[in-house]
């Protein structure tokens, strides 16, 4: 399982930006993908999960109505848009999945307890 994270950068506030998570390695249908982050001195938070099977969604609290998680099974690709951002979004970005995710029941569990596969972080600025 290759997960490939991209699309951070620098914003000021209230900018947007999307990231993509470029999947391998697995079926891309029953499975389970998310956005965690990690601000230096803070723990991991679960961002946004999505479920494959079912298109089932999940967002923090912290991003509801800002971020919204989306997948192209086509491209093998789970995109998170940003928009609104803030200061405080200010992160290194992970992509995590879980392929053999069957049942949406349990996505706010997985979303906040992380996954069994990681990419590498991209890195979320946004300045004041």
């Known amino acids: 399982v290759q997960l490939q994270a991209s699309g951070g950068g620098l914003v000021q506030a209230g900018g947007s930006l999307r990231l993509s998570c470029a999947a391998s390695g697995f079926t891309f249908d029953d499975y389970a993908i998310g956005w965690f982050r990690q601000a230096p001195g803070k723990e991991r938070e679960g961002v946004s999960c999505i479920s494959g099977s079912d298109g089932s969604t999940y967002y923090a609290d912290s991003v509801k109505g800002r971020f919204t998680i989306s997948s192209d099974n086509a491209k093998n690709t789970v995109y998170l848009q940003m928009i609104s951002l803030k200061p405080e979004d200010t992160a290194v970005y992970y992509c995590?999945?879980?392929?053999?995710?069957?049942?949406?029941?349990?996505?706010?569990?997985?979303?906040?307890?992380?996954?069994?596969?990681w990419g590498k972080g991209t890195q979320v600025t946004v300045s004041s």
């Open positions: 995590a999945a879980d392929p053999n995710f069957r049942s949406s029941y349990y996505l706010s569990t997985v979303c906040y307890y992380g996954m069994d596969y």
